[in-house]
């Protein structure tokens, strides 16, 4: 039964920094993996998605890494600012079907 | 602009009731989903459809019921059966088993 598991569950930098958080799921073959991000009270926006051919996404600030034999993602966000600050969620589409299966995310503050 | 729309924003209800909560995309996506999510849990599968007309359970299904008769609509009714109805619910959007797109979601209250 694939599982996904995301450490920290929070995390507080000061602005800046670079911070790289973390996304394991159990089972290797996975369709593909999402980040998302969610501010409080608020829906979640689709960050990157990095298909199970790929070995990383950029956008902007954010770079999302893949590496399917260990079953890690990573997550990258370079020089962070206040506006970072929300939770982050991965998920991964695996089997054959849509499910994703979700982590419980990890809760990030940037502190100015 | 393009994306997914969900209403209302806040809803309570009453013991005993039903309630149906809105979501709507104008993405022209296949698939649509609904999610639930409470504190401290991850997000949970409640339905989801891939074309007209045909919807799946999810892993939460029990007390909810949805339909999709149109493409751009996917209403979730919350049936008394819902024992703890209680939440933040969420629709998405999605092309086949690509990106899920999510709307701003609707949070529900039992009073």
């Known amino acids: 039964k694939q599982e996904v598991t995301q450490i920290p569950a929070a995390l507080s930098v000061p602005e800046g920094e670079n911070l790289v958080l973390n996304c394991s799921f159990t089972?290797?073959?996975?369709?593909?993996l999402q980040w998302f991000r969610q501010d409080p009270g608020k829906g979640l926006t689709s960050l990157l998605l990095?298909?199970?051919s790929q070995r990383e996404q950029t956008s902007g600030r954010l770079n999302a890494s893949l590496d399917k034999s260990s079953g890690r993602s990573t997550l990258y966000i370079a020089a962070s600012q206040p506006g970072d600050s929300a939770t982050y969620l991965c998920a991964v589409n695996a089997g054959n079907n849509r499910k994703l299966i979700w982590g419980l995310g990890t809760s990030l503050a940037v502190n100015p | 602009d393009g994306g997914i729309t969900q209403s209302p924003k806040y809803l309570f209800r009453k013991e005993g009731q039903n309630v149906t909560l809105s979501c709507e995309q104008n993405l022209n996506h296949d698939a649509m989903y609904w999610y639930r999510q409470d504190p401290g849990q991850g997000l949970r599968l409640i339905y989801y459809s891939q074309i007209v007309n045909d919807f799946q359970k999810g892993d939460i299904a029990e007390g909810y019921s949805v339909s999709r008769e149109k493409k751009e609509s996917f209403p979730l009714t919350v049936t008394s059966a819902q024992k703890n109805p209680t939440a933040f619910y969420l629709c998405?959007?999605?092309?086949?088993?690509?990106?899920?797109?999510f709307g701003p979601g609707t949070r529900l209250t039992v009073l």
């Open positions: 089972d290797s073959a996975i369709y593909n």
């Open positions: 990095i298909q199970s």
């Open positions: 998405a959007s999605s092309i086949g088993r690509d990106a899920q797109f």
